[in-house]
C-alpha cells in the first residue's frame, strides 16, 4: 500500500471519530524518522483512544500493514502509532497546544483533513 493512500486512510478514520486539527506533514528529507506524520486532536483520553482503536479496527479491515508500535494508549494524552514511513499521533488539544510538532518543520508540505 502507498504512503499517500495509507495517509488518507488514517485520516478518514479519524474523522470518523471526530478527531479535529486533522493535518499530515511530508517530512520526507527532513526527519530520518518517517516519511510523513499524521497529526490530530481529542477532547478528552476517552476520545482519543477511541480514535486509536477505530485507526487500528479500519485500516485491519481494509488489510493495510498493521503497526510496529502504538504507545501512550493507556493513558491517552499523547498516542503514537507507528506504521513505518507514516507516525500517527493523537493528541489531546493542550498537549499537542504545549509541544506544538507542526513547527518543528516549518517548510514541509502539509495537508488539512478538516471537513
Not at 474523522?15 to 517530512?27: E, F, P
Not at 481494509?62 to 500517527?88: C, F, N, S
Request: glycine share 4%; charged share 25%.
Amino acid at each position: 500500500m502507498d504512503t499517500n493512500t495509507l495517509v488518507k486512510m488514517i485520516a478518514a478514520a479519524a474523522s470518523d471519530k471526530k478527531a479535529t486539527r486533522i493535518v499530515s506533514q511530508d517530512i520526507s528529507g527532513q526527519s530520518s524518522i518517517c516519511d510523513v506524520q499524521v497529526l490530530c486532536s481529542g477532547s478528552n483520553e476517552r476520545q482519543t483512544q477511541a480514535i486509536c482503536s477505530h485507526i487500528e479496527d479500519t485500516l485491519r479491515e481494509k488489510r493495510a500493514p498493521k503497526p510496529m508500535a502504538i504507545e501512550g494508549k493507556q493513558t491517552g494524552h499523547w498516542i503514537l502509532m507507528d506504521y513505518g514511513d507514516v507516525m500517527v499521533h493523537i493528541f489531546l488539544d493542550t498537549i499537542r497546544d504545549y509541544y506544538a510538532l507542526e513547527r518543528l518543520w516549518p517548510s514541509s508540505s502539509t495537508t488539512s483533513y478538516e471537513s
